[in-house]
């Protein structure tokens, strides 16, 4: 008998190790908080750049009104949610509800990938000026004096001459 057909009688997967050895009560435990928590997936560096956020944010830069941000890790990601809190009567009875406001993730770990200008959430505030300086990076020489139409138009439609940024 080959080894592949011995080991689908034992019920394994060929080239499986047996399963790891059972956790201790305290480690699963521990290990269970941390996960009810959603601080078992969310490193360091992360937990620091999402509590800038939250401190940072007062209002929902979606719709503007108030309420409060959470976070919700999924697979190696986390997800910025914010949180409205509503009454709503149903039967006579009023009842707290929430809406929430998806605001996107904390990192664009995908777009990253694929695109060298470095995408950023509509939480980063100067990810405008940075997209359009590493897309500046990219560009030859006729693309750039094309541009440069571009941005004196744009400059005479705001209202300020060229002449009245260069003093």
């Given at each position: 008998m080959t080894r592949r057909k011995a080991s689908r009688r034992r019920g394994r997967r060929p080239g499986r190790r047996a399963a790891?050895?059972?956790?201790?009560?305290?480690?699963?435990?521990?290990?269970?908080?941390?996960?009810?928590?959603?601080?078992?997936?969310?490193?360091?560096?992360?937990?620091?750049?999402?509590?800038?956020?939250?401190?940072?944010?007062?209002?929902?830069?979606?719709?503007?009104?108030?309420?409060w941000m959470e976070s919700k890790p999924l697979g190696n990601q986390i997800y910025l949610y914010y949180v409205h809190p509503i009454r709503v009567e149903e039967e006579g009875v009023i009842r707290r509800r929430v809406r929430k406001c998806y605001l996107g993730p904390l990192?664009?770990?995908?777009?990253?990938?694929?695109?060298?200008?470095?995408?950023?959430?509509?939480?980063?505030?100067?990810?405008?000026l940075r997209y359009a300086l590493a897309a500046i990076e990219k560009l030859d020489l006729r693309e750039l004096l094309e541009l440069r139409e571009k941005i004196d138009e744009r400059i005479?439609?705001?209202?300020?001459?060229?002449?009245?940024?260069?003093?």
């Amino acid at each position: 008998m080959t080894r592949r057909k011995a080991s689908r009688r034992r019920g394994r997967r060929p080239g499986r190790r047996a399963a790891r050895r059972p956790r201790k009560a305290e480690e699963r435990a521990e290990a269970e908080a941390k996960a009810d928590k959603g601080e078992a997936r969310i490193p360091e560096e992360a937990k620091a750049a999402l509590e800038e956020v939250r401190r940072r944010l007062d209002r929902c830069p979606r719709c503007g009104e108030t309420g409060w941000m959470e976070s919700k890790p999924l697979g190696n990601q986390i997800y910025l949610y914010y949180v409205h809190p509503i009454r709503v009567e149903e039967e006579g009875v009023i009842r707290r509800r929430v809406r929430k406001c998806y605001l996107g993730p904390l990192v664009y770990k995908a777009a990253q990938i694929a695109n060298p200008l470095g995408l950023s959430g509509f939480l980063d505030e100067g990810r405008f000026l940075r997209y359009a300086l590493a897309a500046i990076e990219k560009l030859d020489l006729r693309e750039l004096l094309e541009l440069r139409e571009k941005i004196d138009e744009r400059i005479r439609f705001l209202g300020g001459g060229a002449e009245a940024h260069a003093q």
